[in-house]
Every structure is written in C-alpha cells, then in structure tokens.
C-alpha cells in the first residue's frame, strides 16, 4: 500500500505540472494575445491568480505524499 501511495504521489506531481504548461499554453497566453478586453481579463485571472494555485496545490499534496506526511501513526 505504501508503494501505491508514492507512485500516487508521483502522479499528482506530474498531474500538476501537466495543468501548469495546459493553463498557461491553452488558456493564459492565447488569451492575452486575442486582444479582446473580456479575454484580457480572463487571461490575467488564469495566468496569475488560478494557474500558481493549482500548480501549488497539486505539487504539494503530492510531495506529502512521498515524503509520507499522511502515514498512519501506531502507537
């Protein structure tokens, strides 16, 4: 089970990065570029307020996992 867990962290890391490049390639960049005022606004609030979160969070919650902050404590 232990292994299922850090292979499950791995995934989560790559999960997470994978978003990052998907936002900021698809959703961010492309948004910025078009020129529109609505897309301008939606490309900001996706680059620089949504894009950090997610990538944070996955990657994170994946390197607990790893690293084994979430193991059951016997006593």
Known sequence: MKNIKR???LFWILLGLTMGYFN???FGLPKLQSGKSEDLV???INLFILTPIII???VTFGYYVITGK???KIK
């Open 70 to 72: 979430y193991e059951e």
């Open 24 to 26: 900021v390639m698809e």
């Open 42 to 44: 939606f490309g900001i």
């Open 7 to 9: 292979y499950l962290g």
């Open 56 to 58: 944070g969070g996955l």
